[in-house]
């Protein structure tokens, strides 16, 4: 079975709403360490070498569900750039069945550290979500 998948970074923030303020987990948290919103954000977090670079990430270290019954499919995964780049709170909000969903929570855990997004010159917390078309052919 052949697979092939592509990031949509333009329709990646799919039911986050725009705001400039962070978001907060717990109230206690969100005062040490808020989580921004990504559209809010005045310097966005970036993958080393960019979005292709990530996509082509993706593409060499995702492997595709092999049950015959598997047609094809979307994940959605959030996660929460750190300020040291580092990807946390790995959530899958979507799962296109047989694995999908638990293979980009492990290809996403491999992933290098980001250029951390950053708020009035200062690294913050950032929170991220992706779709991955996933067709089987």
Same mark, same amino acid.
């Given at each position: 079975?052949?697979?092939?998948?592509?990031?949509?970074?333009?329709?990646?923030?799919?039911?986050?709403?725009?705001? &400039?303020?962070? &978001?907060?987990?717990?109230?206690?948290?969100?005062?040490?360490?808020?989580?921004?919103?990504?559209?809010?954000?005045?310097?966005?977090?970036?993958?080393?070498?960019?979005?292709?670079?990530? &996509?082509?990430?993706?593409?060499?270290?995702?492997?595709?569900?092999?049950?015959?019954?598997?047609?094809?499919?979307?994940?959605?995964?959030?996660?929460?750039?750190?300020?040291?780049?580092?990807? &946390?709170?790995?959530?899958?909000?979507?799962?296109?069945?047989?694995?999908?969903?638990?293979?980009?929570?492990?290809?996403?855990?491999?992933?290098?550290?980001?250029?951390?997004?950053?708020?009035?010159?200062?690294?913050?917390?950032?929170?991220?979500?992706?779709?991955?078309?996933?067709?089987?052919?």
């Amino acid at each position: 079975m052949k697979l092939f998948f592509y990031l949509l970074m333009l329709s990646v923030f799919q039911g986050v709403s725009a705001q &400039t303020k962070p &978001t907060s987990l717990s109230t206690q948290n969100a005062e040490v360490n808020p989580v921004y919103d990504v559209k809010g954000i005045e310097e966005k977090p970036e993958y080393p070498g960019g979005v292709n670079a990530f &996509t082509s990430f993706i593409g060499k270290n995702f492997k595709a569900p092999t049950h015959k019954n598997f047609k094809g499919g979307r994940v959605i995964a959030s996660f929460v750039i750190e300020k040291d780049g580092s990807l &946390t709170e790995i959530k899958i909000l979507k799962d296109a069945g047989y694995g999908s969903g638990e293979e980009a929570t492990r290809v996403l855990q491999l992933a290098e550290k980001w250029t951390p997004a950053k708020q009035s010159g200062v690294p913050v917390r950032c929170a991220y979500v992706i779709p991955i078309q996933l067709v089987a052919n």
